[in-house]
């Protein structure tokens, strides 16, 4: 199970990117790698941010689920939030909002439209 305390915040280097910083906190893999290996400094695309997690080690769902409370919400996610300046990525773990952009929250950054995907690591075992 993912952690809380498993999470480092990390702030978007640039005002287009959100994904890179998202993906970052989630991997641990450092932003100017994340945007290296997408070959991409700029906005990211949900196929970007599926494939990256998945070749890292991690489940997500393929269904984009849309939300309105905290409650509704997974232990972990991947939000796409629709905010007044544009659309956003970001981060819910155990109660917790990690927004590249807005900082470590109780609630939703302001949002008009809200979905998410299911976000888990995959258990890996090893054979003896």
């Known amino acids: 199970m993912y952690e809380e305390n498993d999470i480092r915040y990390i702030r978007e280097p640039t005002d287009l990117q959100c994904g890179q910083a998202v993906l970052a906190m989630v991997t641990g893999v450092e932003v100017g790698q994340v945007a290296a290996e997408l070959r991409n400094d700029r906005e990211t695309t949900l196929r970007e941010m599926k494939s990256f997690l998945r070749s890292h080690g991690f489940r997500i769902s393929d269904t984009r ?3 309105v ?3 509704e919400l997974p232990m972990f996610c991947l939000l796409s939030l629709e905010t007044p300046r544009c659309w956003h990525w970001s981060l819910y773990c155990r109660g917790r909002f990690y927004d590249p952009e807005h900082g470590i929250l109780d ?3 302001e949002s008009a439209r809200r979905y998410y995907w299911e976000i888990e690591r995959e258990e890996h ?3 003896d």
């Open 65 to 67: 689920v849309p939300v």
């Open 69 to 71: 409370n905290q409650q």
């Open 107 to 109: 609630d939703f950054p």
């Open 125 to 127: 075992t090893s054979a």
